[in-house]
């Protein structure tokens, strides 16, 4: 089983209260693959500028993934500089620049438009469904949106949602999309739209798995220290979906719950460090124990 991913990759300049680091690699797309890779094979969709640096190309070949998708075109890389409080939530924004990521038109390499799983992280609506028309008959489509494409792209997402089978949201965008205040009205109105299944991330407070008939709760993993929490949905999302194309079975609640447990104790790594340093490092030996020592926090 394979998995094609699109989405950013780019340069971070981040701020926490513990730490500043600048220029350090970023993007939905390398979270998402970092994560995903412990599991399956992962083949990486996007764009990036001349100036990107090499070394952070070959972090990525070095950990196994596919970078063949990704185009270098003149330019520069999507960059982000980001600040956060004491609660880490909801970061500042101080600068963006697209960069070549404003004009990107994605193309999957011939070799990866049979995989099996697919997943649209977070970007333009319309990026997601070309990406998607290029994929010849993949047996898992979920995505990723954010509130700036619900705002002003609502009819595209809309379109885009009636092709896949699983959407991973946030509790305040899912809220945005649907129009409910209440969660589980918001979530049937949102299957209502296409997906069969529905993930909310919900942060320090874990993660909801729903379909049109179970709910499943997953509690977050707790941890001491938390320098960086950039990219822990991207990375959630890449411990879920690496799981479930490593099943190698159909559409299964079962095992989307084994998934959600394994999406929250990656991105539990992520977080004790600044960037995918932590992921980049990561041992599959690491990710197990933790996941036993999740299950026995979660379960009576």
Sequence with gaps: MSIVVVGSVGIDTIETPF???????????????LAARNFTDVHMVSSVGEDFPPDYSEL???RGIDTEGIAISAGETFRWEGR??????DPE???????VLGSFDPVVPEKSRDADYLFLANTDPEIQMKV??????????????????IDNKLEELKTLLGRVNILIINDSEA???SGEPLMARAARKIMDMGPEFLIVKRGEYGALLFSQEDLFFAPSYMLEQVLDPTGAGDTFAGGFMGYVSSMDK?????????????????ASFTVEDFSVRRLGSLQKEEIE???AEFLKLSTM
């Design 19 to 33: 730490g500043r680091e600048e220029n350090v690699l970023g993007g939905s797309a390398c979270y998402f693959s």
């Design 60 to 62: 990525l070949r070095s």
């Design 84 to 89: 956060y409080d004491y609660d880490m939530k």
């Design 93 to 99: 924004t101080v600068s963006v620049t697209l960069g």
């Design 132 to 149: 998607l028309e290029q994929v010849s008959s993949p047996r898992v489509v979920a995505c990723d949106t954010m509130n700036f494409w």
């Design 175 to 177: 809220r945005q999309l």
């Design 250 to 266: 159909d559409l299964d609640f079962a095992g989307f719950k084994k998934g959600v447990a394994y999406g929250s104790v990656l």
């Design 289 to 291: 124990q933790r996941y």
